[in-house]
């Protein structure tokens, strides 16, 4: 996936289906701040921080870390073999003795067994990588730390890791398929990103530094103004984007957006200008266009950022 600037990051939501299948013996649980589920061995309860499950009678855990899709090869990598894997969890004191071929489904699953001494305490460890762009799914790493006290056999860590389902990441296109509004790119812009109310067009290129070429971010959120404060709106919405708390006014005016009255406002902040379309819709919403970018930049795509904000509609609920 590619990077959006700072200025317009968006907040992970995890927004990701999930296709569960449920073992006979256990009950799937969904670990929390994931888009994973898994059976829980018994003992074994949900646990937020670090995601995944604990049993607090034994002391034993078995953690979930989700990472991008692209870092599959290289998490793999690292357990290509026991010494790969040693020197990758040295500085934990984790050794690996032995690197065992798991076959899940029509995936071979690297499954990573060995020990740590932890506080006087010899700690069993196993650890699988699962999922990846094969499966659409983002690259999983789950990690069981039991000890001495827990029963669990490598045959029940193997059983748990057949159970787990992992939440399928969305297309692009699916993504853009679940906003609450429409709208259409316009070269040179691309869309890069689309997530919970917010798409996030930008230039695909290699020239020049990121954060100076123009980026539009679209998204609608919830207001307590009413049409009639759509002017207010718009000012506040521009102050609070970071470098423009005191940018500036150099335009502004009614405008017809989203289909319906808006207001175009724009504001320079040093060589940075920003050019942003608001809306508020009846009913505690409101609807959002901004471009910036380095202002002569954004000046030789001021056309295009103008046809893809009169691209913008909100279709009927």
Known sequence: ??????????????????????PATAQMVRIPGTSVAMAAPPGFKPSREPPGLANAETGSSIVVAELPQES??????????????????????????????????????????????????????????????????????????????????????????????????????????????????????QTVEAEGGTALLGIVDKTGPSDAKPSIMINRAGTTAGPAETPQVSERLLRGLAGFNNAQISEQAPATFAGGQGYFISAVAGNFTLLQFTRVLPGGRYVRLAARGE?????????????????????EQ
């Not at 202002?295 to 279709?315: C, F, G, Q, Y």
Request: charged share 20%; hydrophobic share 45%; glycine share 6%.
């Open 1 to 22: 996936m590619r990077s959006a600037p700072a200025f317009f990051a968006l907040l992970a939501c995890g927004v990701a289906s999930l296709a569960i299948v449920s």
């Open 295 to 315: 202002t002569a930049a954004l000046e030789n795509v001021r056309d295009a950022v103008k046809e893809i904000a009169s691209s913008v509609e909100i279709p």
């Open 72 to 189: 599959f090869a290289e998490t793999v990598a690292v357990f290509a073999s026991p010494k790969t894997a040693s020197t990758r969890y040295a500085s934990q004191g984790i050794r690996f003795t032995r690197i065992e071929p798991l076959t899940i489904g029509a995936a071979q699953v690297p499954l990573a067994v060995g020990g740590q001494a932890e506080n006087g305490r010899e700690i069993r460890k196993y650890i699988a990588v699962m999922g990846g762009p094969q499966s659409s799914t983002k690259t999983t790493l789950i990690t069981f730390s039991l000890t001495r006290a827990d029963p669990l056999s490598q045959s029940d860590v193997e059983a748990a890791l057949r159970s787990v389902a992992l939440g399928r990441v969305l297309t692009l296109d699916e993504k853009v398929a679940r906003l609450t509004f429409k709208f259409r790119a316009v070269a040179p812009f």
